[in-house]
């Protein structure tokens, strides 16, 4: 039986919670409110997040980053991505010195363009790292829906560990050692919002395919500029996290389609009412020169209107191959 750290009380840190101690180890999840987590303790529910999930008895709950960094070495990060460095330098000095973390938090730091990789290792450099990517529901999880996932380290096992700790009959998890090219695959997130704009703006399947296929491309280059391995951009972190982005159930995704309703971006964030990752993530990408996010980031960030930036990215970006000059000579 492991001793595990939940860090983050919101709906996917309450699934993750309700996973691992189904498994039978002890769990204790942190609320950044203090009296969430004494609702939950009186409860056994969280109020705020997936109420109607009944917690198992194993999951104890905690307003105090001391008593949760205390609990146990195995740590899940499922806080706010722009939450991770305040939380992690309050724990800096409270962690084992063989903590084990898994970044569960998705997108980059808004401000430096880190991932969650780099960011743990400049704030926590002694943590052995893992990253949890894929297509996931907290509502579907809390359900008992199948869900299936991958979970990469640099440490093949420790992606084990992982993967026993979490895999259970409904929720499987699958190991990978590229930990960069799970973590490209963030940028998921923002082509989710341009396809939700497509939707808002009834342009149609054809503009929505198109918008898809530039967000695979972008992710691939990503990859390949971070040197991950290829084969991940079509699996469960890639292709399969991109189509789960791309739902109605996507926070980016209606958010896209409010933008492509005329409304701003402020008051799309005020009606979704929880974090939308691909907002900051775009304004990340685009400082690094992803012609997407840049286009996404004209809308959110410098009032451009959403058929025009949409137009003008189907009509410029190069959506029909992605080819060096090297790979186009071998060709012929």
């Known amino acids: 039986m492991a001793h595990i750290v939940v860090f983050g009380a919101g709906d996917w840190g309450t699934a993750l919670a309700s996973v691992a101690a189904s498994n ?13 987590a004494r609702a939950i303790i009186a409860t056994g529910r969280n109020p705020d997040y997936l109420p109607e999930l009944a917690l198992p008895s194993n999951v104890e709950a905690t307003g ?19 939450a991770l460095r305040e939380i992690w330098q309050h724990l800096k000095p409270l962690a084992p010195h063989d903590l084990r973390v898994c970044n569960a938090a998705r997108g980059m730091e808004a401000l430096t363009g880190l991932t969650g990789s780099a960011l743990c290792h400049e704030v926590i450099p002694g943590a052995v790292y893992s990253v949890l990517g894929g297509p996931a529901f907290p509502e579907d999880v809390a359900q008992g829906h199948a869900t299936a996932l991958v979970v990469a380290s640099s440490l093949t096992e420790e992606a084990l560990e992982w993967q026993v700790l979490l895999s259970t009959p409904g929720f499987r998890v699958f190991i990978s050692r590229d930990v960069r090219g799970v973590e490209a695959t963030m940028a998921n997130s923002v082509t989710a919002i341009a396809a939700g704009m497509v939707r808002g703006l009834g342009l149609g399947d054809a503009a929505m395919t198109a918008i898809i296929t530039l967000g695979m491309a972008e992710i691939a280059r990503r990859s390949r500029n971070m ?12 292709a399969g996290d991109l189509w789960r982005f791309c739902t109605e159930n996507s926070r980016e995704f209606r958010m896209g389609v409010l933008l492509g309703q005329d409304k701003s971006p402020e008051d799309a964030l005020a009606e979704i009412k929880h974090t939308v990752e691909g907002y900051h993530t775009a304004r990340a990408l685009a400082a690094q020169g992803c012609t997407l996010a840049q286009a996404v980031a004209q809308v959110l960030f410098n009032r451009g209107k959403p058929k025009k930036v949409l137009e003008d990215l189907i009509k410029n970006a190069p959506l029909g191959g992605d080819f060096t000059e090297e790979e186009l000579q071998r060709m012929g």
Request: hydrophobic share 50%.
């Open 227 to 238: 040197k991950g391995v290829p084969g991940t951009v079509l699996g469960l972190a890639g």
């Open 64 to 82: 105090s980053l001391a008593e949760a960094a205390v609990f146990g070495k195995r740590w899940i990060a499922a806080v706010p991505f722009q």
């Open 24 to 36: 039978g180890h002890r769990v204790c999840l942190w609320c950044r409110r203090a009296p969430q």
